[in-house]
C-alpha cells in the first residue's frame, strides 16, 4: 500500500466471543514539530530495514580473508575504484565476484533462506552469512546489557554492526538495496489502541525495544499506548514488523499508526508517566480469570502468596470491576487504598516480572483480606475463613461469597434440601441455578463437556457454560429441574479456588441479589440485602466499582455462542469500519445492556437485566452515568427503543432532560437528540455490525416482542436491508394475545388463541388447553379476544412456541420466561431420531414472485431515497401457522410422542426460512432474537440455509437477545442522523 492512501485492514475476524479486530495501520513523516496525532493509513515496511535486521556483517579483515587472492592495498584499491567508476581487472575481478556472491548468499540470508552454494565464492559466502548470524546475536546481546548499564551509545548500535565499506559494496553488487540506511537514525513515534492497558504491554514493548538496542519511551494515555523509539533505521523497522506479532497474551491491537521525527537524543529506554490528557477511547480490560502460574503460586507452601486468595499479574485478575478513571493504573483503581510492600513494589518496578506494573498487585502483607461473618460480625479471618466456610457449607448452609464483580449465593450442589431452601429464600421457583466447580476435571464428573466446550470453560473469559448433564451426576435434582443441561462455571478466581478446594465438591453459585434485583457489591449492602437469604457471608476489603455477573454462553453451530455478555467480555467494545457520532443506546427493557460510541468503537457495558423493579433502573442508570464518566463523553444523540412504554425510553427521556437543564446551566444550549430505532431493525443491524458486515441481508428476527410501526406487536420478522433502511418483506401470521403481557407468563393464553383463531376449541388434542382453564377463566378470555379488550395483536415466533409447547401438555404456566420453549426444544434433543419423515408446513401466503430480488431492491432503495428506516412492504408474504397447529393437534389426539412433534415443528420452521431466503435470492441471511438461543432451531436452520447456498450471520460478540439490542441501535441512530445531516 502506498504512503498517504487509505487505512488498510489487516487480519480476519473469527465467529468467537472474545473478538479481536483486525490491525489498522498508518504511517507518516512529519517534521519534529508537528505535535499533532497521526491519522491512520497503512504501515510501509522497508524491505531493506527487513533485510539488515536478519544478519550483521563482519570486519574489513573477515571479508579479506574470505576473497581469495586479495590484498588489503588490492581491497582499497576496489573500493576506491568501485566509488569512482572505474575498472578492474585481474585479481580484483576475483575480488568482485566474490563480493558478488557474497552479497547475493546474504539476501538469501536475510529473507530466511539457506545461502545457495555457488561455487568457491558462494562456499566462502555461505560460511559468511552462518558467521554473521552469530557475531549479529553477539552484538545484540552485548547492546542489550550496555543499555541496561546506561551505556546507550552502544545500545544504540547493538544488533547491527556499524558497516563497513567493502560490505556495502558487496550488498550493492547483490542488488539488495542502500545499505547506509542501517547507520542512518531515526525516532519513530508510535500510537497504539486495543487492548494495550493492564495486560503487559508497556513491559512487552520496553523488552523489544531493549532487545533491539532502541532508546525512547513507552506510556499510556487516555486512548491507548504511545511509543517513541529511536535508533538505525533497520532496528526500528524491526520493531515496527515485530510489535504486532510478539503482543502479550491478552493484548491486541485495533490501530497502529507511526510517523517519522528527527532523532531526539535520547540515551536510554524508559516506561514514562501516563498521560491522562485527551480524548478517553481506551480498552479497558474485563475481568480475567487466574492464570496457572499464579495458582501454582497459591498453592506452593513455600511461596510468600501461598493461599492468599487476591493473588494476579498482568495474565489475570480484576479489571472492570475495579477501573473508576483511565488510563488503566493503580491511582485509578480500587487498589489505590493499599500500599505496596516492598516486595511487591520490586516485582512491580522490575521489567523482567510478570507483575511488572500489574495494577492490583498485591501480597498478604500489604493487600486486601478476607473474613466470614455472621451477624455482623467477624467469626475467622484469612485462611481460617475458608475452613469455616467449607465446613458450613458441609452442615448444608447457604454462604454469601464475594467475588470479583460482586456476591454470589453458594450451597452444595448436590444438598436436595440445601438448594430447596436457597430457592425460597431467594424466591426463584424453577429457574435454572449455575454451578461452579473447582477445576475443568470436576465438572467433568458432572457433565458431557466437549473440545470446544472445555476450551471456553477453561478460557479466561471463564463464562458458565451450558453442557448436558450425565444421568448419573452428583447434583441435586431442584438444581435445573427438567433440564438436561447445566450452566457450569469452573472456579475463576483464587478465592473461588481456595473455597471450593477446601469444600471438595461443586456448589451452586447464583447471583447474589432477590429474584429481579442487580447483585450486591458492597459489603454493608450485602449485610443487608443477603441478610434474611445466607447464612453467613465470606468477605473481604477490596472495593468493587461496579457490579459485573457472569457471562453466559453455549457452543452451538460448532461455535461459542453468547447468551449473557458481563465477566470476562464487557466492557469491550465491537469495531466498526468507520467512526461514529458519540451516540449512547439505552438498550432494550429485557436483558438490558447500555452501549456508547466512542469513534470507531461502540462499548457495552455489562448485563443489567430486566427493568422490572425499582433496583433494576437504577442500576440501569447507575451503568449509564459510569459509562459516560469513564470515557468521559458527551453524548448529543440518544437512541431508544420505539416501544413508548419500555422503562428504558422513559429512563432515556428522563436523562435527556436532566442532562440538558445541567449544560444549559454551564451555557451549553446544544440540542440532545433522542432517535427512536425499532426493535426487530435494531436486532438485524446488531448482527450485521457483530459479523463487520455493512449489508444488506435478510434478517430473520424472531423473538417475543417488539413494537412495530403499525402499531401491532412483532415478533416474527423477515426484514431485507441493512442499518440504514429495511424492507418488511414476510412475517408470521398475526393473531391476538389475550391479557397482552400476561400471555409470556402464561403459555396456555396464547395456545387458547389459536384454538380460537382456528375454531378447533373442540378439537380432542385441545383438551390439554382447556383444562388449565377453570370454566369462568376461558370465558372470560374467549369475549376479551371477541371484542378486542386488552388482546394486542402480534406475529410473535416466542409465542407461538408458547402456545405449540402447551398444546403438547408442557408448561402451561411458565416460572421464567422461555421455559415453555426451553421445554420444546429439549423435547426435541431427547429424541434418538429427531424425528420422522413426516413433516408440518407453514403456507406462505401471498405472490409467488419471479422478480422477489428485484422488488426487494427498489423497495429497499426507495426506502432509501424517501429516508424512511422500515418500508412496510405493500404485499409481505405471510407464513401461516395454522397447517402446523392443527397437524400438532391431531398428534397429540393420537397420543403421538412429544419429542416427533417438537422435532416437526422445528423442522416447518426452518422449511420456511429457506422458502423466503429462496424467494428473496438473498446471498446472505442474519439471524437474530431470542429464538435463536434455541440450539435445535439455530443449528438446523444454520445448516440448511448453508446447504442451499446462503452466506448465514449469526452472533458471536453480543447476545442474539435483547442483550445485543443496543449495538444495534447505535448504528441505526448513526445512520439516521446521517440522513438528517448531523446534530446541530
Same mark, same amino acid.
Given at each position: 500500500?502506498?504512503?498517504?492512501?487509505?487505512?488498510?485492514?489487516?487480519?480476519?475476524?473469527?465467529?468467537?466471543?472474545?473478538?479481536?479486530?483486525?490491525?489498522?495501520?498508518?504511517?507518516?513523516?512529519?517534521?519534529?514539530?508537528?505535535?499533532?496525532?497521526?491519522?491512520?493509513?497503512?504501515?510501509?515496511?522497508?524491505?531493506?530495514?527487513?533485510?539488515?535486521?536478519?544478519?550483521?556483517?563482519?570486519?574489513?579483515?573477515?571479508?579479506?580473508?574470505?576473497?581469495?587472492?586479495?590484498?588489503?592495498?588490492?581491497?582499497?584499491?576496489?573500493?576506491?575504484?568501485?566509488?569512482?567508476?572505474?575498472?578492474?581487472?585481474?585479481?580484483?575481478?576475483?575480488?568482485?565476484?566474490?563480493?558478488?556472491?557474497?552479497?547475493?548468499?546474504?539476501?538469501?540470508?536475510?529473507?530466511?533462506?539457506?545461502?545457495?552454494?555457488?561455487?568457491?565464492?558462494?562456499?566462502?559466502?555461505? =560460511?559468511?552469512?552462518?558467521?554473521?548470524?552469530?557475531?549479529?546475536?553477539?552484538?545484540?546481546?552485548? #547492546?542489550?546489557?550496555?543499555?541496561?548499564?546506561?551505556?546507550?551509545?552502544?545500545? $544504540?548500535?547493538?544488533?547491527?554492526?556499524?558497516?563497513?565499506?567493502?560490505?556495502?559494496?558487496?550488498?550493492?553488487?547483490?542488488?539488495?538495496?542502500?545499505? @547506509?540506511?542501517?547507520?542512518?537514525?531515526?525516532?519513530?513515534?508510535?500510537?497504539?489502541?486495543?487492548?494495550?492497558?493492564?495486560?503487559?504491554?508497556?513491559?512487552?514493548?520496553?523488552?523489544?525495544?531493549?532487545?533491539?538496542?532502541?532508546?525512547?519511551?513507552?506510556?499510556?494515555? =487516555?486512548?491507548?499506548?504511545?511509543?517513541?523509539?529511536?535508533?538505525?533505521?533497520?532496528?526500528?523497522?524491526?520493531?515496527?514488523?515485530?510489535?504486532?506479532?510478539?503482543?502479550?497474551?491478552?493484548?491486541?491491537?485495533?490501530?497502529?499508526? +507511526?510517523?517519522?521525527?528527527?532523532?531526539?537524543?535520547?540515551?536510554?529506554?524508559?516506561?514514562?508517566?501516563?498521560?491522562?490528557?485527551?480524548?478517553?477511547?481506551?480498552?479497558?480490560?474485563?475481568?480475567?480469570?487466574?492464570?496457572?502460574?499464579?495458582?501454582?503460586?497459591?498453592?506452593?507452601?513455600?511461596?510468600?502468596?501461598?493461599?492468599?486468595?487476591?493473588?494476579?499479574?498482568?495474565?489475570?485478575?480484576?479489571?472492570?470491576?475495579?477501573?473508576?478513571?483511565?488510563?488503566?493504573?493503580?491511582?485509578?483503581?480500587?487498589?489505590?487504598?493499599?500500599?505496596?510492600?516492598?516486595?511487591?513494589?520490586?516485582?512491580?518496578?522490575?521489567?523482567?516480572?510478570?507483575?511488572?506494573?500489574?495494577?492490583?498487585?498485591?501480597?498478604?502483607?500489604?493487600?486486601?483480606?478476607?473474613?466470614?461473618?455472621?451477624?455482623?460480625?467477624?467469626? !475467622?479471618?484469612?485462611?481460617?475463613?475458608?475452613?469455616?466456610?467449607?465446613?458450613?457449607?458441609?452442615?448444608?448452609?447457604?454462604?454469601?461469597?464475594?467475588?470479583?464483580?460482586?456476591? +454470589?449465593?453458594?450451597? !452444595?450442589?448436590?444438598?436436595?434440601?440445601?438448594?430447596?431452601?436457597?430457592?425460597?429464600?431467594?424466591?426463584?421457583?424453577?429457574?435454572?441455578?449455575?454451578?461452579?466447580?473447582?477445576?475443568?476435571?470436576?465438572?467433568?464428573?458432572?457433565?458431557?463437556?466437549?473440545? !470446544?466446550?472445555? !476450551?471456553?470453560?477453561?478460557?479466561?473469559?471463564?463464562?458458565?457454560?451450558?453442557?448436558?448433564?450425565?444421568?448419573?451426576?452428583?447434583?441435586?435434582?431442584?438444581?435445573?429441574?427438567?433440564?438436561?443441561?447445566?450452566?457450569?462455571?469452573?472456579?475463576?478466581?483464587?478465592?473461588?479456588?481456595?473455597?471450593?478446594?477446601?469444600?471438595?465438591?461443586?456448589?451452586?453459585?447464583?447471583?447474589?441479589?432477590?429474584?429481579?434485583?442487580?447483585?450486591?457489591?458492597?459489603?454493608?449492602?450485602?449485610?443487608?440485602?443477603?441478610?434474611?437469604?445466607?447464612?453467613?457471608?465470606?468477605?473481604?476489603?477490596?472495593?468493587?466499582?461496579?457490579?459485573?455477573?457472569?457471562?453466559?454462553?453455549?457452543?452451538?453451530?460448532?461455535?461459542?455462542?453468547?447468551?449473557?455478555?458481563?465477566?470476562?467480555?464487557?466492557?469491550?467494545?465491537?469495531?466498526?469500519?468507520?467512526?461514529?457520532?458519540?451516540?449512547?443506546?439505552?438498550?432494550?427493557?429485557?436483558?438490558?445492556?447500555?452501549?456508547?460510541?466512542?469513534?470507531?468503537?461502540?462499548?457495552?457495558?455489562?448485563?443489567? #437485566?430486566?427493568?422490572?423493579?425499582?433496583?433494576?433502573?437504577?442500576?440501569?442508570?447507575?451503568?449509564?452515568?459510569?459509562?459516560?464518566?469513564?470515557?468521559?463523553?458527551?453524548?448529543?444523540?440518544?437512541?431508544?427503543?420505539?416501544?413508548?412504554?419500555?422503562?428504558?425510553? $422513559?429512563?432515556?427521556?428522563?436523562?435527556?432532560?436532566?442532562?440538558?437543564?445541567?449544560?444549559?446551566?454551564?451555557?451549553?444550549?446544544?440540542?440532545?437528540?433522542?432517535?427512536?430505532?425499532?426493535?426487530? +431493525?435494531?436486532?438485524?443491524?446488531?448482527?450485521?455490525?457483530?459479523?463487520?458486515?455493512?449489508?444488506?441481508?435478510?434478517?430473520?428476527?424472531?423473538?417475543?416482542?417488539?413494537?412495530?410501526?403499525? #402499531?401491532?406487536?412483532?415478533?416474527?420478522?423477515?426484514?431485507?436491508?441493512?442499518?440504514?433502511?429495511?424492507?418488511?418483506?414476510?412475517?408470521?401470521?398475526?393473531?391476538?394475545?389475550?391479557?397482552?403481557?400476561?400471555?409470556?407468563? @402464561?403459555?396456555?393464553?396464547?395456545?387458547?388463541?389459536?384454538?380460537? @383463531?382456528?375454531?378447533?376449541?373442540?378439537?380432542?388434542?385441545?383438551?390439554?388447553?382447556?383444562?388449565?382453564?377453570?370454566?369462568?377463566?376461558?370465558?372470560?378470555?374467549?369475549?376479551?379476544?371477541?371484542?378486542?379488550?386488552?388482546?394486542?395483536?402480534?406475529?410473535?415466533?416466542?409465542?407461538?412456541?408458547?402456545?405449540?409447547?402447551?398444546?403438547?401438555?408442557?408448561?402451561?404456566?411458565?416460572?421464567?420466561?422461555?421455559?415453555?420453549?426451553?421445554?420444546?426444544?429439549?423435547?426435541?434433543?431427547?429424541?434418538?431420531?429427531?424425528?420422522?419423515?413426516?413433516?408440518?408446513?407453514?403456507?406462505?401466503?401471498?405472490?409467488?414472485?419471479?422478480?422477489?430480488?428485484?422488488?426487494?431492491?427498489?423497495?429497499?432503495?426507495?426506502?432509501?431515497?424517501?429516508? $424512511?428506516?422500515?418500508?412496510?412492504?405493500?404485499?409481505?408474504?405471510?407464513?401461516?401457522?395454522?397447517?402446523?397447529?392443527?397437524?400438532?393437534?391431531?398428534?397429540?389426539?393420537?397420543?403421538?410422542?412429544?419429542?416427533?412433534?417438537?422435532?416437526?415443528?422445528?423442522?416447518?420452521?426452518?422449511?420456511?426460512?429457506?422458502?423466503?431466503?429462496?424467494?428473496?435470492?438473498?446471498?446472505?441471511?442474519?439471524?437474530?432474537? #431470542?429464538?435463536?438461543?434455541?440450539?435445535?432451531?439455530?443449528?438446523?436452520?444454520?445448516?440448511?440455509?448453508?446447504?442451499?447456498?446462503? @452466506?448465514?450471520?449469526?452472533?458471536?460478540?453480543?447476545?442474539?437477545?435483547?442483550?445485543?439490542?443496543?449495538?444495534?441501535?447505535?448504528?441505526?441512530?448513526?445512520?439516521?442522523?446521517?440522513?438528517?445531516?448531523?446534530?446541530?
Amino acid at each position: 500500500m502506498e504512503e498517504g492512501s487509505a487505512v488498510e485492514r489487516l487480519g480476519q475476524k473469527g465467529p468467537t466471543p472474545r473478538h479481536r479486530p483486525p490491525i489498522a495501520t498508518s504511517t507518516s513523516a512529519v517534521t519534529d514539530s508537528d505535535a499533532t496525532r497521526p491519522s491512520a493509513s497503512s504501515v510501509r515496511t522497508d524491505s531493506v530495514a527487513l533485510m539488515v535486521r536478519a544478519f550483521a556483517l563482519r570486519s574489513i579483515a573477515t571479508m579479506s580473508a574470505i576473497v581469495s587472492g586479495s590484498t588489503p592495498t588490492g581491497r582499497a584499491s576496489l573500493v576506491r575504484s568501485k566509488v569512482s567508476g572505474k575498472a578492474n581487472t585481474g585479481r580484483n575481478s576475483t575480488t568482485e565476484r566474490g563480493l558478488r556472491a557474497c552479497g547475493a548468499a546474504l539476501a538469501d540470508f536475510g529473507q530466511g533462506r539457506q545461502p545457495a552454494q555457488r561455487g568457491r565464492e558462494g562456499n566462502t559466502t555461505g =560460511s559468511l552469512a552462518s558467521g554473521c548470524a552469530q557475531d549479529h546475536a553477539d552484538s545484540r546481546g552485548n #547492546g542489550r546489557q550496555d543499555a541496561a548499564r546506561g551505556a546507550p551509545g552502544r545500545a $544504540r548500535t547493538a544488533g547491527v554492526v556499524a558497516l563497513n565499506p567493502a560490505c556495502l559494496l558487496a550488498c550493492r553488487f547483490a542488488g539488495v538495496g542502500t545499505f @547506509e540506511l542501517a547507520e542512518r537514525k531515526e525516532r519513530l513515534r508510535i500510537e497504539t489502541t486495543g487492548a494495550v492497558q493492564g495486560v503487559g504491554f508497556r513491559p512487552f514493548v520496553y523488552r523489544l525495544a531493549t532487545e533491539l538496542a532502541l532508546v525512547g519511551w513507552v506510556s499510556n494515555d =487516555s486512548r491507548g499506548v504511545v511509543i517513541e523509539v529511536e535508533g538505525p533505521s533497520a532496528c526500528t523497522g524491526a520493531f515496527l514488523r515485530r510489535l504486532p506479532k510478539e503482543l502479550p497474551s491478552r493484548a491486541f491491537l485495533n490501530t497502529l499508526g +507511526h510517523r517519522s521525527l528527527p532523532p531526539a537524543g535520547y540515551t536510554a529506554f524508559v516506561i514514562a508517566k501516563s498521560d491522562d490528557r485527551g480524548s478517553k477511547t481506551a480498552v479497558v480490560l474485563p475481568d480475567i480469570a487466574v492464570c496457572d502460574a499464579c495458582m501454582r503460586e497459591v498453592t506452593t507452601s513455600t511461596d510468600r502468596r501461598y493461599r492468599y486468595p487476591f493473588t494476579n499479574c498482568t495474565h489475570c485478575g480484576p479489571r472492570f470491576s475495579i477501573v473508576r478513571d483511565l488510563p488503566y493504573d493503580r491511582p485509578n483503581t480500587t487498589m489505590r487504598q493499599f500500599q505496596m510492600c516492598p516486595d511487591c513494589q520490586r516485582e512491580y518496578e522490575s521489567v523482567t516480572d510478570r507483575r511488572f506494573h500489574a495494577q492490583p498487585n498485591a501480597c498478604p502483607r500489604c493487600g486486601p483480606h478476607v473474613w466470614l461473618a455472621r451477624d455482623a460480625r467477624s467469626d !475467622a479471618e484469612r485462611d481460617d475463613a475458608f475452613c469455616l466456610a467449607a465446613q458450613l457449607l458441609e452442615q448444608g448452609k447457604i454462604l454469601g461469597v464475594k467475588g470479583l464483580g460482586g456476591f +454470589h449465593l453458594m450451597v !452444595a450442589a448436590a444438598d436436595e434440601a440445601a438448594v430447596r431452601e436457597l430457592r425460597q429464600r431467594k424466591h426463584r421457583w424453577e429457574k435454572p441455578l449455575a454451578l461452579m466447580t473447582p477445576d475443568l476435571d470436576a465438572a467433568k464428573q458432572l457433565c458431557r463437556i466437549s473440545d !470446544a466446550e472445555a !476450551a471456553l470453560l477453561a478460557s479466561p473469559e471463564a463464562p458458565i457454560v451450558l453442557v448436558e448433564r450425565w444421568p448419573d451426576a452428583a447434583v441435586a435434582e431442584s438444581v435445573a429441574p427438567d433440564n438436561p443441561y447445566l450452566g457450569v462455571m469452573v472456579a475463576y478466581t483464587p478465592l473461588h479456588r481456595l473455597l471450593l478446594r477446601q469444600f471438595g465438591a461443586a456448589v451452586v453459585a447464583t447471583s447474589g441479589n432477590l429474584s429481579d434485583e442487580p447483585i450486591c457489591i458492597d459489603n454493608d449492602e450485602a449485610m443487608r440485602r443477603l441478610g434474611s437469604i445466607a447464612d453467613a457471608l465470606l468477605l473481604h476489603d477490596r472495593p468493587i466499582e461496579r457490579h459485573v455477573d457472569d457471562s453466559v454462553a453455549a457452543v452451538v453451530a460448532a461455535a461459542p455462542l453468547l447468551l449473557r455478555r458481563a465477566r470476562g467480555y464487557a466492557p469491550l467494545p465491537v469495531w466498526l469500519s468507520l467512526p461514529l457520532p458519540t451516540i449512547l443506546a439505552v438498550g432494550a427493557h429485557q436483558k438490558n445492556a447500555v452501549a456508547l460510541s466512542v469513534g470507531s468503537q461502540v462499548f457495552i457495558s455489562q448485563h443489567i #437485566g430486566d427493568l422490572d423493579t425499582p433496583e433494576a433502573v437504577a442500576a440501569h442508570e447507575r451503568v449509564v452515568d459510569d459509562l459516560l464518566r469513564l470515557y468521559a463523553a458527551e453524548a448529543r444523540i440518544v437512541a431508544h427503543d420505539l416501544h413508548p412504554d419500555y422503562t428504558s425510553t $422513559r429512563t432515556a427521556n428522563e436523562w435527556i432532560a436532566r442532562t440538558a437543564e445541567a449544560r444549559a446551566a454551564r451555557g451549553d444550549t446544544l440540542p440532545i437528540v433522542p432517535v427512536a430505532v425499532q426493535h426487530h +431493525h435494531a436486532h438485524l443491524a446488531s448482527c450485521l455490525a457483530d459479523n463487520g458486515v455493512e449489508g444488506p441481508a435478510l434478517g430473520v428476527i424472531w423473538d417475543g416482542t417488539g413494537y412495530g410501526t403499525d #402499531g401491532t406487536i412483532w415478533g416474527g420478522e423477515f426484514l431485507y436491508g441493512d442499518a440504514e433502511s429495511v424492507v418488511r418483506v414476510a412475517h408470521l401470521r398475526r393473531f391476538r394475545l389475550p391479557g397482552g403481557e400476561a400471555a409470556a407468563r @402464561e403459555p396456555r393464553r396464547s395456545a387458547l388463541a389459536l384454538l380460537w @383463531e382456528l375454531g378447533l376449541m373442540e378439537h380432542r388434542g385441545a383438551r390439554a388447553v382447556l383444562d388449565s382453564f377453570t370454566e369462568n377463566e376461558r370465558q372470560v378470555l374467549v369475549r376479551m379476544m371477541e371484542r378486542g379488550i386488552n388482546c394486542p395483536i402480534t406475529t410473535s415466533a416466542g409465542r407461538l412456541f408458547d402456545a405449540v409447547a402447551c398444546l403438547v401438555g408442557l408448561f402451561p404456566k411458565a416460572s421464567y420466561e422461555g421455559q415453555a420453549p426451553m421445554a420444546l426444544e429439549f423435547a426435541v434433543e431427547r429424541s434418538a431420531s429427531g424425528g420422522d419423515a413426516r413433516r408440518y408446513r407453514l403456507d406462505i401466503m401471498g405472490p409467488e414472485r419471479t422478480d422477489g430480488a428485484k422488488a426487494l431492491t427498489e423497495a429497499l432503495s426507495s426506502a432509501k431515497r424517501a429516508h $424512511r428506516a422500515i418500508e412496510l412492504w405493500a404485499e409481505p408474504w405471510v407464513l401461516d401457522w395454522r397447517p402446523v397447529v392443527v397437524g400438532v393437534l391431531d398428534e397429540v389426539a393420537q397420543a403421538a410422542a412429544v419429542s416427533a412433534i417438537a422435532a416437526r415443528f422445528h423442522d416447518a420452521l426452518v422449511d420456511a426460512v429457506v422458502e423466503i431466503a429462496r424467494r428473496t435470492a438473498a446471498p446472505r441471511v442474519a439471524l437474530s432474537g #431470542g429464538c435463536f438461543q434455541n440450539r435445535v432451531l439455530l443449528e438446523r436452520t444454520h445448516a440448511a440455509l448453508r446447504a442451499a447456498g446462503h @452466506e448465514v450471520l449469526v452472533h458471536r460478540q453480543v447476545p442474539a437477545n435483547d442483550g445485543g439490542i443496543c449495538l444495534g441501535q447505535v448504528v441505526v441512530a448513526a445512520r439516521a442522523i446521517a440522513f438528517r445531516g448531523g446534530v446541530e
